[in-house]
């Protein structure tokens, strides 16, 4: 029997990815909610939705998930069996430049979200939350049980926002409300403003990159195969009415570590541009799953020195 499932942010890095494995798998009617807004080029978006057209049928909605009114009318015609949230405003640093509409896009969208998810009586809500969540976080690894009042962006307030508003809904009004905090993810159709793909493409054209830091901060950095895997499995569980998993590859690697292991798969040797430490990042992410793997049988299994260059090979053809 045929499934509907709403994807909000489907036009992006991850929902593009997540769109295409359900296509692949079958048995998915899917509804895509985008509005391609300006963050990053809108032909970025739309090279995405041609990649995901390339594996079958979808319907597309060019929606903000601010405009109450017309998210309602993408109700109206089918019934959701789930609804994968991940649209939002992303990114740390843009965040502590436009607060306000950070807020208003991934605290009121993900609200309007949720009172159509209950008018509507979806089942299952899949909330795309962020590592950011836990700040600077003395305790290692990251665990789900740790506590995330004290966020240093307003991105990461945003999601914790959000997470908080899953929980309060799954209460209220008895539909479950899986959040999973994404660690640093990578791979084919990045978004160009994150640190791989813009290190890429900097070190490319021979230009500079900024290294913010001494290089020792580490990030647990998530392959987009790994990912998508555990979204998936979000979709299908069935246990609590409420739960918050960290999806990342339980793996630290240092920025330094990093800039090396993309040179070699480029063969470019990077310039450095150093800086200080910037506002709103955090020193080390470094989740443990043990709990998405008990639950969600999740299981990854791309190290980064194969994730990197498998994200060569598709940046070489860009």
């Keep these: 029997m045929q499934k509907n499932v709403l994807i909000t942010g489907g036009a992006g890095f991850i929902g593009s990815h997540l769109a295409t494995s359900l296509l ?24 995405n939705l041609a990649e995901i057209a390339r594996n079958g049928a979808f319907d597309l909605v060019e929606a903000d998930i601010r405009d ?5 009318t993408v109700f109206e015609t089918k019934a959701f069996d789930c609804i994968v949230h991940l649209a939002a405003r992303a990114g740390v640093r843009p965040s502590l ?7 208003e896009t991934n605290i009121n969208g993900t609200l309007n979200l949720l009172e159509l998810a209950r008018d509507h009586k979806v089942p299952q809500f899949v909330f795309g939350s962020s590592s950011s969540v836990y700040g600077i976080n003395s305790k290692l690894p990251f665990s789900e049980e740790d506590r995330i009042f004290q966020p240093i962006s307003p991105y990461a307030a945003t999601k914790a926002a959000g997470e908080l508003l899953c929980h309060t809904y799954s209460h209220l009004f008895g539909f479950r409300t899986v959040c999973l905090r994404f660690f640093t993810v990578y791979g084919a159709r990045q978004r160009p403003d994150l640190a791989i793909h813009k290190f890429s493409r900097l070190i490319r054209d021979g230009k500079p990159i900024q290294m913010f830091g001494d290089g020792s901060a580490r990030r647990d950095y998530t392959y987009i195969d790994d990912i998508i895997q555990g979204v998936r499995a979000s979709m299908d569980y069935n ?21 090396e292991l993309i040179e070699e798969s480029l063969g470019k040797k990077a310039l450095i541009d ?45």
């Design 68 to 72: 109450t009114d017309r998210l309602a």
């Design 97 to 103: 430049s436009e607060p306000k509409l950070y807020c």
């Design 24 to 47: 692949n798998e079958g048995g998915w009617s899917i509804t895509i909610v985008d509005d391609l807004n300006d963050f990053y080029s809108p032909d970025v978006k739309r090279a």
């Design 239 to 259: 246990g609590s009415i409420h739960e918050v998993f960290n999806l990342g590859e339980s793996e630290t690697t240092e920025l330094s570590r990093l800039i």
């Design 274 to 318: 150093r800086q200080p430490m910037q506002p709103g990042d955090v020193p080390i992410t470094y989740a443990d799953i043990s709990k998405a793997r008990r639950l969600l049988n999740y299981d990854p299994t791309t190290k980064i020195e194969d994730g990197i260059p498998k994200f060569a090979d598709w940046f070489r053809l860009q």
